[in-house]
Nanobody, 122 residues
Framework: VQLQAFGGGLVQAGGFLRLSCAASGSSFSTAGMGWFRQAPGKEREFVAGISYNGGSTYYADSVKGRFTISRENSKNTVYLQMTSLKPEDTAVYYC????????????????WGQGTQVTVSS
């Protein structure tokens, strides 16, 4: 599986962005997908995850109520809708894939996209 994340950019605090992660290969429909982020000088952290069929979603406490993860298996794409953005959301955002269900541990993911930069100005 190859993953390509895009949709990042520069936005003012309070604004919104939608990230997309396009996957190649036939196994997307059986892949749990996760979004992670890494801010400068910090470790990469879990943001959101979604199970292979969209039936279960998971969020970090810091983004709960502001971010929404979704997927379209017909398009081999997972999305991260981000609203009410804060400067502390500034980071490189990565999508990742693993079999069936999403988890919060980055070491449990087998495939990673290249990352897309999100910058939130105050």
């Amino acid at each position: 599986v190859q993953l390509q994340a895009f949709g990042g950019g520069l936005v003012q605090a309070g604004g919104f962005l939608r990230l997309s992660c396009a996957a190649s290969g036939s196994s997307f429909s059986t892949a749990g997908m996760g979004w992670f982020r890494q801010a400068p000088g910090k470790e990469r952290e879990f943001v959101a995850g979604i199970s292979y069929n969209g039936g279960s979603t998971y969020y970090a406490d810091s983004v709960k109520g502001r971010f929404t993860i979704s997927r379209e298996n017909s398009k081999n794409t997972v999305y991260l809708q981000m609203t009410s953005l804060k400067p502390e959301d500034t980071a490189v955002y990565y999508c990742a894939a693993r079999p069936w269900r999403a988890t919060i541990g980055e070491n449990e993911y087998d495939y990673w996209g290249q990352g897309t930069q999100v910058t939130v100005s105050s």
